[in-house]
């Protein structure tokens, strides 16, 4: 019997680590990134001048950092993620959303930089304060596993509706609408989420954005 007991409590923890990876947001936004959002180096040169394209030694070619957000998403994508990681910092440190969104996603999951929950949060929410809504969505799925943080189901309802207001319409909104519902089933205080992410949206002036939601 305590045998028994022992597998079904395994079967049930492999069933819950799967459900949280599952609901992990997906990375969509960096297959497709808009060309002309440039690191503020000086002498960068104008975006239609830049090559989508990283070359294989560009990063190690390239020592005066003068890299492309659109490049250094491409070394992420080609799993640079050490490249990546050193050059997003001093960017997202300068204030760059984007850049702040991806260095939060790769502390989050240790791509090139020590996985660190609190530096995740860090960057995560101030790429979320700037309306990025993959960090939202992100900040969502955090506050519901538990991340990092104490589990707030209310708080992580909360962010999904702020991401749902700021995707545009595709794959990613669609992710984050099917995690809106997952965690509204569980949750009896959906209310109260709704409430925090229209007073969120409120000091943006994106209140009516709710209105709006599917």
Do not use: C
């Not at 997202?92 to 791509?111: F, H, P, T, V």
């Not at 309802?157 to 099917?178: F, Q, S, T």
């Amino acid at each position: 019997m305590r045998f028994l007991s022992a597998v079904f409590v395994l079967l049930m923890i492999s069933v819950l680590s799967a459900q949280a990876e599952d609901s992990a947001p997906s990375l969509d936004e960096y297959s497709n990134i808009k060309p002309g959002l440039l690191m503020p180096e000086t002498g960068s040169p104008p975006p239609e001048e830049q090559d989508m394209a990283l070359p294989e030694n560009k990063a190690e070619e390239d020592p005066s950092g003068l890299m492309t957000i659109e490049d250094l998403v491409t070394a992420y994508q080609q799993g640079k993620f050490d490249i990546a990681a050193k050059r997003l910092l001093p960017l997202a440190k300068n204030g760059q959303d984007q850049a702040e969104e991806l260095i939060g996603i790769m502390y989050r999951n240790g791509q090139g930089v020590q996985k660190d929950p609190e530096q995740a949060l860090l960057w995560l929410n101030k790429a979320a304060d700037a309306n990025r809504p993959l960090a939202q969505h992100h900040l969502g799925i955090i506050y519901y596993t538990g991340e990092g943080v104490q589990a707030d189901a209310v708080k992580a309802l909360m962010w999904l509706h702020i991401a749902i207001a700021h995707y545009p319409d595709g794959a990613e909104k669609k992710r984050a609408i099917e995690d809106r519902d997952n965690v509204t089933t569980q949750l009896t205080r959906r209310d109260r989420a709704l409430q925090l992410a229209r007073e969120w949206l409120d000091k943006k002036n994106e209140g009516n954005l709710l209105d709006a939601q599917p």
